[in-house]
């Protein structure tokens, strides 16, 4: 019950699965990281940031928490992204989030589950901001779903305004931070149309996004 041998199991089955397709797969790997991308999702399980775009592993960086939430005073973001930023120099960071995100439901709900609650304050945060629109939809799943895309759209922004991302861009750097969000009935990825390259590009683009999602 303490080793968990069937995890070990499968780790030994998965290792000489892709040694025997790449001998020289794990030592090329234990050798660098040189990742393009950085994931910042959800914790949901059933999000497994590789397998969705069909990335090796040391090809994608990843960062993921209870309703893929950027806040400014979480270091343990802050530090991911400034480590994928200024030491790997990824060239994308990618905000998904999923539709039928248990978070995001609870702070629709506006229910009370505990710790967790002061966590997705920031998703209550949306959704007030965004009060209108969502009240104008008919159907609590329409509701979820669209609190689902409005929090990434959200995050987007957040990420895009750290001095991390700010200070890349100062210095020319190219990075580029796009919202996509996961559709965990088919498998598929949705693109929500907000990529943002440059500081001057954050307000205009939020705001397309929120009207392209209020015409939805």
């Not at 893929?68 to 270091?75: F, G, K």
């Not at 997705?120 to 609190?147: C, F, I």
Request: charge should be neutral.
């Amino acid at each position: 019950m303490r080793v968990l041998s069937d995890l070990f199991k499968n780790n030994q089955a998965w290792a000489a699965e892709i040694t025997k397709r790449d001998p020289e797969f794990f030592q090329r790997l234990s050798k660098q990281q040189a990742p393009q991308y950085l994931w910042i999702g959800c914790s949901d399980s059933r999000m497994p940031a590789n397998q969705i775009v069909g990335l090796a592993p040391g090809e994608m960086f990843v960062h993921r928490n209870v309703a893929n939430v950027v806040v400014h005073t979480d270091l343990n973001c802050l530090a991911v992204i400034q480590f994928a930023v200024d030491v790997l120099h990824v060239q994308h960071i990618i905000v998904c989030g999923h539709y039928g995100c248990g978070g995001v439901l609870a702070a629709l709900r506006g229910e009370k589950l505990g710790l967790i609650d002061n966590w997705l304050r920031h998703v209550q945060d949306s959704r007030e901001r965004h009060g209108a629109l969502l009240d104008s939809l008919k159907t609590e799943t329409e509701r979820h779903d669209r609190l689902c895309e409005l929090n990434v759209v959200e995050q987007v922004v957040h990420v895009s305004r750290t001095t991390i991302v700010q200070d890349a861009w100062t210095r020319g750097q190219a990075l580029s931070v796009h919202g996509w969000i996961y559709e965990l009935r088919d498998g598929l990825l949705r693109d929500l149309d907000i990529c943002i390259t440059r500081p001057n590009e954050i307000a205009p683009l939020y705001q397309s996004a929120v009207t392209r999602l209020k015409g939805k």
